[in-house]
């Protein structure tokens, strides 16, 4: 079972050190999007796609790669976002594109970021220290239930 997991982690590299800590533990390629102008995912069996939450959706680097990606059959994509507060699953406009792609989506997995967008900087930004060690053990344990 070959895993990949797209990423792109603009603001704080918290989707970084958190997928950095899945790949630690359990057996991923990692491939920075935003590095990676176009990506050939098509020798994995699982896809994870990853990113900081940016107005309420994953990172539009993300978006287009899931949008671009011709997923050959038995392909399953998993989902993961870094975000400065929880209030909704922000991975649902993800999850629309693949649907409408009729791709399976195995779950998601949210977490805090620390956030420093707008206000927030004058306060000296939210969700500091996050993703931390919990985080990424949570993160890892996502991806090995899979
Ligand atoms: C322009 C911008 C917009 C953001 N919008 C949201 C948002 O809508 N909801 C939220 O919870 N966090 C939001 N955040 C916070 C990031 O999602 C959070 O810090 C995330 O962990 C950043 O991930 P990264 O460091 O991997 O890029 C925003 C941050 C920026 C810079």
């Not at 993800?94 to 306060?123: H, M, W």
Request: contains cysteine; charged residues 25%; hydrophobic residues 35%.
């Amino acid at each position: 079972m070959k895993t990949v997991i797209v990423y792109a982690s603009i603001h704080h590299q918290n989707t970084e050190k958190l997928v950095k800590g899945v790949a630690k533990e359990i057996e991923v390629n990692l491939i920075d999007i935003t590095k990676n102008k176009s990506v050939d995912l098509s020798g994995y069996d699982r896809i994870g796609f990853a990113s900081g939450v940016f107005y309420q959706s994953m990172h539009k680097g993300i978006l287009n790669c899931i949008e671009k990606t011709n997923f050959r059959e038995g392909q399953k994509v998993f989902l993961i976002a870094t975000c400065g507060v929880i209030i909704r699953d922000y991975t649902k406009p993800a999850k629309k594109i693949l649907a409408k792609k009729n791709i399976e989506v195995l779950g998601s997995y949210q977490c805090r970021g620390f956030d420093t967008f707008g206000p927030f900087a004058k306060i000296g930004g939210i969700a500091k220290k996050h993703p931390n060690d919990k985080d990424i053990r949570k993160a890892q344990k996502f991806v090995k239930s899979l």
